[in-house]
């Protein structure tokens, strides 16, 4: 988690990510700093997970071996323990995947670079049949753009659009289906719109 978390996200999102570690055996101090010691972990250690006093976590979310990922509104949006066995719940790619949703929300650029005016959005939101999608292309150019849409481990569901976007204002409609023809179930989605070499994401809702 050193590494692939904590040094990671530190690097990618500066200040935007916080890794915590919470000892779930409720042992000492003395063995959280030797523990810190010995993997050379950054991030903050919580001391009695398990316990009334630390705030029970394992009533909360589970016993040991266990990964979470909770957005800054405290919802959790992934629970390693409702998808992998005991022993078998360390997916990387998954927990980065869902991370990297969550900070890309609502029109924020990713690596690619900023492109200021560069909007996404999507009403209505949530929705049971279609939900119109718009972006704005704020150049004076017309560049290759694309709208996909991905489950919360970052999953490709659908491609609605796929095209050259002029400038202003572009709209599409979603009409909540895959790529298999058929509706998706309800639940969380992230409309990925490309716009030349940049990228906004938003998150969007399918009810049943």
Request: charged fraction near 15%; charge should be neutral.
């Amino acid at each position: 988690m050193q590494a692939d978390l904590k040094q990671y996200y530190d690097v990618t999102y500066p200040g935007r990510v916080q890794v915590l570690g919470a000892d779930m055996y409720n042992g000492t101090e003395a063995q959280l700093r030797s523990f810190r010691t010995q993997t050379g972990a950054t991030y903050p250690l919580l001391l009695q997970g398990a316990s009334a006093v630390g705030g029970n976590l394992n009533t909360l979310y589970g016993p040991f071996d266990n990964y979470l990922v909770i957005n800054a509104d405290g919802i959790v949006r992934y629970h390693s323990a409702n998808i992998h066995p005991h022993g078998d719940r360390y997916y990387l790619n998954e927990i980065r995947a869902v991370v990297d949703y969550e900070i890309n929300l609502v029109g924020v650029p990713d690596e690619g670079g900023g492109l200021p005016g560069f909007i996404l959005s999507a009403a209505p939101n949530p929705f049971a049949g279609s939900t119109v999608i718009e972006f704005v292309n704020p150049t004076t150019e017309t560049l290759p753009a694309k709208a996909t849409v991905h489950d919360p481990l970052g999953r490709l569901v659908a491609t609605p659009w796929s095209g050259t976007a002029e400038p202003g204002r572009q709209s599409l409609r979603w009409d909540g289906r895959g790529v298999s023809g058929n509706r998706v179930p309800s639940g969380s989605y992230f409309v990925r719109v490309q716009l030349g070499r940049n990228t906004a994401v938003h998150r969007v809702t399918v009810l049943p």
